[in-house]
């Protein structure tokens, strides 16, 4: 599946890992990310996006098939190119005696940066004040900001970033979504592992689905939102079936879900029609409320049943 | 480089680093404090022997009062039995600077329990003479099925062998940490998206380990020279030591350091492979624990090869013996090889683990 045109910045071919516990973690996935914007990778628990990452970063070896970051094989040569990635991988791993900047500017060395950026980097994350603090004494989502500070510290072109919002307040997942619109306006590819959807939904231009280690769907967020049932009504009534019964007799596609709530497939337009229709047969309504399709909805339908776990 | 002058960083920034360096310190200024009680400035004895035969003794030999069990080598000699009635009159609390310094005795030389092949010898003046007239002692040799066997020297400088161990232990807590505390944290997969060349990640931290540890090591017996000269000159004496002394004691720190640098590549080799500090350092103070039983018990043939042996052999210039059955229900230990080979042994035992661990972590996912 190809999104847009122009030189892939990474591109993955009939990519496959299965771990010597005889796992498969990954199963012949084929994607290919253009240059510019924030991509969604989601999945279930153990769909194998971490694993797709972790390919893509070298850490570990396909079973089969290649990956490419920026045009390199990720399992040969990344070494030309790896100063142009930045990437957070499952969880921030750092030591933990050793103050965020201290360990930051580690890397900084290696790289022949200034410690000038290890400092805005940490300004950009908010831990300026608290950079020297050990890691160890951070909490879950200071850990998660160095972590975020450490892929921006080579002001990358691609980031790479496995739940990032992972541990953050609300507070600190609005300030990561807008860094990573930010950063996806400017030009940078960003491709973002999440399981939460609204996010997703509000920072990602486009989404790829995984699960059980394939790929189940892709496209721009809005073509994916379209792919669901659409909106609903979630109508709480005393006589769910009569009511039901009613409905459909009207032409409606209506579905009892328990002993009081019945789901009417239309949107809120309908609302007043669907109202008046059983208030004329003597079934007086106890809510009604809108349920609008989403990237959750979809999701949740897509992946209904693979859970792999 | 910059990933050298990095990980060069870490180690010394490192908090074990300085624990380790700590507690070295605080168990040398401990040592050195008792040895302060057991000390004296005292001149040794004027050209003198200090042992004089007891004669109650030998009287108790003849008169059959005393009995030695016969020896596989036979009957008792005249000689053996002076030997054995030798008694000690120097003080025994009493000790010189440099004896405490090489743990040799530079003025005279004590048989270990006063009874064995030794002879008693003049005293010495200086260092040089010690080591002079170590070196020209025969060479011990025996025919055992019509080879002629020579037998092996003891270390000349027996001055660290017993606390080279612990030496070799610090490079090992210190090698197999640096590379354990790296896959414990997870950093190792953070380093690798810097610098994802993993050859040149594992050469550039054996390389760091080995020369911070060696380092480490040197500094620590630089630090226990100031302390003995400071008890030497306070309490002591520096009269047998000279030119020669001073260059055997430096000699003697360059291959212990060395030789901690390959100890700490070894552990950081194992630590590699087993991706943890614990197992790594327990896995080489394990060997060291069990390697003496297992070659006396199991496996005589393999002692020269030994690592521990190699190791101690290297830097105190002793020869690692291989035994050889005589055919009389005890073996002779004959000559193996020199100290010089000793320390090639102490590098292949270095190196190929080494080796196995870069392959290793070259081909290995991290997850
Ligand atoms: N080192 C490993 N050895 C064996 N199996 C592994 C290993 N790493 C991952 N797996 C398996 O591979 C599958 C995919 O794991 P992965 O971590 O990629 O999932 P994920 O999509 O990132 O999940 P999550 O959302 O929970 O982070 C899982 O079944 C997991 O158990
Ligand atoms: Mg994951």
């Known amino acids: 599946m190809v999104w847009g045109v122009g030189v892939a910045v990474i591109e993955a071919v009939g990519l496959r890992k299965e771990f010597r516990n005889s796992v498969v973690a990954i199963d012949n996935l084929d994607f290919s990310i253009p240059s510019g914007g924030v991509y969604g990778f989601l999945g279930p628990n153990g769909s194998g996006k971490t694993t797709t990452i972790r390919c893509m970063l070298g850490l570990i070896k396909p079973s089969a098939g290649s990956v490419r970051l920026l045009g390199e094989d990720s399992s040969k040569s990344l070494r030309s190119v790896i100063h142009r990635v930045g990437a957070l991988v499952e969880t921030p791993k750092f030591f933990p005696t050793f103050g965020g900047r201290k360990n930051l500017r580690m890397f900084a060395q290696v790289a022949g940066l200034p410690n000038s950026e290890v400092d805005r980097v940490l300004e950009i994350v908010g831990l300026g004040e608290r950079g020297g603090d050990s890691f160890g004494s951070y909490s879950l989502g200071m850990k998660q900001r160095l972590a975020i500070a450490a892929t921006l510290l080579k002001d990358p072109e691609v980031i790479i970033l496995d739940e990032p919002a992972n541990g953050l307040d609300p507070a600190g997942i609005v300030e990561i979504r807008q860094l990573i619109r930010q950063l996806g306006e400017s030009g940078k590819t960003i491709f973002v592992s999440s399981h939460q959807l609204g996010e997703v939904q509000q920072t990602c231009d486009h989404v790829m689905i995984i699960s059980k280690g394939r790929l189940i769907q892709s496209g721009s967020v809005e073509e994916l939102v379209a792919l669901g049932q659409g909106d609903s009504q979630i109508i709480t009534i005393d006589r769910p079936h009569e009511a039901a019964d009613i409905l459909n007799a009207q032409g409606y596609q209506a579905t009892v879900i328990d002993a009081a709530t019945v789901t009417v497939a239309v949107d809120g337009s309908k609302a007043q029609a669907i109202n008046e229709t059983l208030a004329a047969n003597q079934l007086f309504l106890r809510g009604l409320r809108a349920q609008e399709s989403s990237l959750e909805s979809v999701f949740l339908e897509l992946t209904e049943g693979e859970g792999s776990l | ?367």
């Open chain 2, 1 to 367: 480089m910059r990933l050298f002058r990095a990980e060069l960083t870490r180690f010394w920034t490192r908090r074990m680093t300085w624990i380790v360096l700590g507690v070295t310190a605080l168990i040398m200024v401990f040592v050195v404090g008792i040895s302060f009680t057991r000390t004296s400035s005292e001149a040794p004895p004027e050209g003198a022997v200090p042992w004089t035969v007891d004669e109650g003794c030998l009287e108790d030999f003849s008169s059959g009062e005393i009995q030695l069990e016969t020896g596989s080598s036979g009957e008792f000699t005249d000689e053996d039995i002076e030997l054995f009635c030798r008694t000690w009159t120097g003080d025994p609390d009493k000790r010189f600077w440099a004896v405490s310094m090489l743990g040799e005795k530079s003025w005279f030389q004590e048989t270990e329990s006063g009874f064995g092949p030794s002879e008693g010898r003049p005293a010495f003046d200086t260092w040089s003479d010690y080591i002079e007239f170590r070196e020209s002692q025969p060479v011990e040799t025996m025919t055992i099925d019509g080879v002629e066997y020579q037998g092996s020297q003891e270390p000349l400088l027996g001055f660290l062998s017993g606390p080279g161990v612990f030496y070799l232990i610090l490079a090992v807590i210190l090698g197999g940490s640096f590379v354990g505390a790296e896959f414990r944290a997870g950093t190792m997969e953070n380093l690798l998206l810097w610098e994802p060349r993993r050859v040149r990640v594992i050469l550039t931290k054996f390389a760091v380990g080995f020369v911070s540890s060696a380092l480490m090591v040197a500094l620590a017996l630089g630090f226990l020279t100031g302390l003995l000269s400071l008890l030497a000159s306070v309490n002591g004496t520096f009269q047998a030591v000279d030119g020669r002394f001073w260059r055997d004691l430096v000699l003697v720190i360059l291959r212990v350091s060395v030789t901690a640098g390959l100890f700490s590549i070894l552990a950081m080799s194992v630590a590699t492979i087993t991706r943890h500090t614990a197992a790594a350092i327990a896995a080489v103070l394990g060997w060291f624990a069990v390697s003496n039983i297992l070659i006396e018990l199991v496996a005589k043939w393999f002692r020269p090869f030994e690592l521990f042996v190699n190791a101690l052999a290297f830097f105190g210039k002793g020869e690692p013996f291989s035994y050889v059955p005589t055919g009389r229900g005890w073996d002779f230990t004959a000559f193996h090889h020199g100290y010089l080979v000793a320390g090639l042994y102490v590098l292949a035992w270095t190196l190929i683990p080494a080796a196995i661990a870069t392959v290793v972590f070259a081909k290995r996912d991290l997850t």
